[in-house]
């Protein structure tokens, strides 16, 4: 009899779902036969406009340097960034992708014995990093679709270690205010990390949206993580960050891989950072298609969840994956959610003016169908 490769992993890995992301449009092409310029993908909130210009160009001055390994400690990079969040350098620790700093994190203060807070609906990377360090999950119930704050202080037990908050949170597009925000830090006790995830910071116009960055000098337990994947067009480069205390950012830079990212992406990074026309147009672009996707979805009676980021999550009025499927077979692509324990939901990232025509035209003849 041979050997059980899944009964060896160590437990919290052996339990993972794995991460499920949204289908890319080689492979639809490929299953329905579609010509791949005709499918439009609203899937995995990537910035409609494209990489920037700016930041492509620095990539094409960058490819005679693939051969060296990229600056470990990415000095321009991380020069750039502190200057523009006024923060100090040791302060910043990068990521491939900020996915790879919220699972640095859990690494690097969660284990057995250990808990960890965060919200039902929540970004699914959070129990896959808790889980995967051995520690357990503690889901807080929503309250309208939204982080219960004050459930969560209420959850945090002697064992908790470490709190998430997505501030836009994905996949429910909803946020908390600076107050809300406040009252929540001044209740988590000083040894549990608070990781506020603002990975869709650039995007968020509410009111009283609070900058976490901001707050780290009051609260050293506080971690900010940010990406330069949504906002800043480069989720195929791979490329996030945290802003911690040094102490924190010394802690996790003993378990970073010392060249996460690579040296092509950072020049992007330090390029389109400075670009602030392109974060601009992200903007408008963003508030513009936001505005069009819920009239739309108004147009077709369809409820909706009002979000702060630049995706919305809406009622199918039916099985999620049947909705899906129905608009994978009309060339569009969005997200089920399921996996979020919302079934009967499913997220579309906003587009360009014709992709989201294009979606509310083909959600339109699926939610039409008798
Ligand atoms: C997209 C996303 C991230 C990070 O993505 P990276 O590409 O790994 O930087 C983090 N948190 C949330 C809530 C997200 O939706």
Redesign the pocket.
Same mark, same amino acid.
């Given at each position: 009899m041979g050997c059980d490769f899944i009964e060896l992993a160590v437990p919290g890995v052996r339990a993972l779902n794995p991460y499920l992301p949204g289908k890319p449009v080689e492979e639809l092409a490929r299953e329905q036969g579609l010509d791949a310029d005709s499918i439009v993908k609203l899937a995995?909130?990537e910035n409609p406009l494209g990489a920037a210009p700016s930041s492509q160009q620095a990539i094409a001055r960058m490819m005679g340097e693939l051969a060296r390994y990229p600056d470990s400690s990415l000095y321009n990079l991380r020069d750039a960034l502190s200057r523009k969040l006024s923060v100090e350098p040791e302060q910043i620790t990068f990521?491939?992708?900020?996915? $790879?700093?919220?699972v640095l994190l859990a690494q690097c203060y969660l284990t057995q014995g250990a808990s960890a807070v965060f919200s039902e609906y929540?970004?699914v990377?959070y129990p896959i990093a808790v889980q995967a360090a051995g520690a357990q999950s503690i889901v807080v119930p929503a309250k309208n679709w939204e982080h219960d704050l004050d459930a969560m202080a209420n959850a945090i037990r002697p064992d908790t270690r470490m709190v998430f908050l997505?501030n836009?949170?994905?996949?429910t597009g909803t946020s908390f205010s600076d107050a809300e925000l406040k009252t929540f830090l001044a209740k988590v006790p000083e040894n549990v990390i608070v990781v506020l $995830?603002e990975?869709?910071f650039e995007y968020a116009s509410d009111s009283d949206h609070p900058d976490g960055i901001s707050l780290l000098k009051q609260y050293p337990n506080l971690v900010v993580?940010?990406?330069?994947?949504?906002a800043y067009g480069l989720?195929g480069g791979?490329?996030?960050y945290s802003v911690s205390s040094k102490e924190i950012s010394s802690v996790l830079n003993r378990l970073r891989q010392p060249f996460n990212v690579n040296n092509l992406v950072e020049a992007a990074a330090v390029a389109v950072l400075n670009d602030d026309e392109y974060l601009q147009r992200s903007r408008q672009v963003n508030q513009d298609g936001m505005a069009q996707i819920e009239e739309g979805l108004r147009a077709l009676n369809i409820d909706f969840i009002p979000s702060t980021?630049n995706f919305i999550t809406f009622d199918a009025g039916m099985d999620g994956v049947e909705c899906y499927q129905k608009l994978l077979k009309l060339g569009v692509i969005v997200r089920p959610v399921a996996n979020y324990g919302m079934p009967g939901h499913l997220r579309v990232s906003i587009g360009l003016e014709d992709e989201n025509s294009r979606f509310l035209e083909a959600l339109a003849s699926v939610v039409k169908q008798p």
């Open positions: 995995s909130n990521g491939n992708g900020s996915n $790879d700093v919220l929540a970004f990377v997505a836009p949170n994905n996949p $995830d990975a869709y993580t940010r990406t330069f994947s949504k989720a791979r490329v996030g980021g």
